[in-house]
């Protein structure tokens, strides 16, 4: 199977983007549909917004959610749920419970991955060891070396899943944590440039695990006015990553929107604010053929 490319001149404003050639190969049987599903910052929001008259009053809340998730399972066949980092803070939940409430509810609701948010420090990273024995799912990271520490073979780089023929290729990226979270919360975790083992683990994903779609898991940022690396820049910078979907600065996109990578092929970028409010959905199909494939972006409202 060849790399596939992003028509430049993609349809985004209507919610469409059209996808040349994702699958070279031979003719299919079926058409399977891929079904991606994603959160971010969730920030321990496990209730609904008080009804305050705030802004967010009686919006989001995990129960929402999962049933949200559970009905678009039971219409698509091919799902994937993916976060993008900060699971824990901001709610009386984690000062209580540390986190381990957040990975139980995720484990209920069927998360395939995560990666890991600078928040997800707060309570130091023996603590968010001692969580991920709750998680019935993988936490990824490419550019957080945790040999020495606790989180050793706790966390994996990357992960393929296996959808009715499509081989998809998912691994993290995490911000740099020197300056943003004290020193004795990540202890030995060291970082890696986010660019450098994005590409890396990207090309073997592509050459080694012959995925037909790669995905990352973001906690850079959307974007910034100074030249600290964020999902722009990555998506500009990289190769062969097809999806960003991002987390950290609580970016509430309206729709993806695409960068050209170092191929002059667009990436497809997203990012759904805050706390639970949104979740991220992406439809791609593959049609016979491989000719053309479509995705449709939707962030709902929870």
């Not at 190969?25 to 917004?49: C, K, V, Y």
């Not at 509810?105 to 023996?126: K, P, R, S, V, W």
């Not at 969580?131 to 606790?150: E, K, R």
């Not at 979740?279 to 053309?292: A, Q, V, Y």
Request: charged share 20%.
């Amino acid at each position: 199977m060849k790399r596939r490319s992003f028509l430049q001149q993609a349809a985004v404003g209507g919610g469409l983007m059209l996808l040349p050639d994702l699958l070279s190969a031979g003719p299919r049987r079926t058409e399977p549909r891929l079904t991606i599903l994603h959160t971010n910052d969730w920030h321990s929001q496990i209730d609904p917004f008080p009804d305050d008259g705030g802004r967010n009053a009686n919006q989001g809340g995990v129960l929402r959610r999962a049933s949200l998730i559970r009905q678009i399972r039971q219409q698509e066949n091919n799902v994937l749920l993916f976060d993008s980092g900060d699971i824990f803070q901001g709610t009386p939940y984690f000062n209580f419970f540390l986190g381990e409430l957040e990975m139980k509810l995720m484990t209920q609701m069927g998360y395939d991955a995560a990666t890991i948010g600078n928040h997800d420090f707060d309570g130091g990273i023996e603590n968010l060891a001692t969580q991920l024995g709750h998680a019935d799912f993988p936490m990824l990271s490419a550019n957080y070396d945790f040999t020495g520490t606790p989180l050793q073979d706790r966390v994996e780089p990357y992960r393929v899943f296996d959808k009715q023929g499509i081989r998809v290729g998912v691994f993290g990226l995490g911000i740099e944590l020197k300056g943003l979270v004290p020193a004795a919360l990540y202890g030995k975790t060291t970082y890696h440039d986010p660019v450098e083992r994005g590409n890396q683990t990207a090309l073997h994903l592509r050459t080694r695990q012959k995925c037909d779609l790669i995905v990352c898991l973001s906690h850079l940022g959307y974007r910034y006015r100074s030249e600290k690396v964020s999902d722009v820049v990555l998506a500009a910078a990289s190769r062969n990553i097809d999806v960003i979907l991002g987390g950290h600065t609580h970016t509430f996109l309206d729709q993806p929107v695409t960068v050209d990578n170092a191929e002059g092929k667009p990436v497809i970028i997203n990012q759904v604010g805050f706390a639970g409010l949104r979740l991220g959905r992406l439809d791609i199909t593959f049609p016979e053929g491989g000719e053309r494939g479509c995705v449709a972006c939707n962030n709902l409202r929870v």
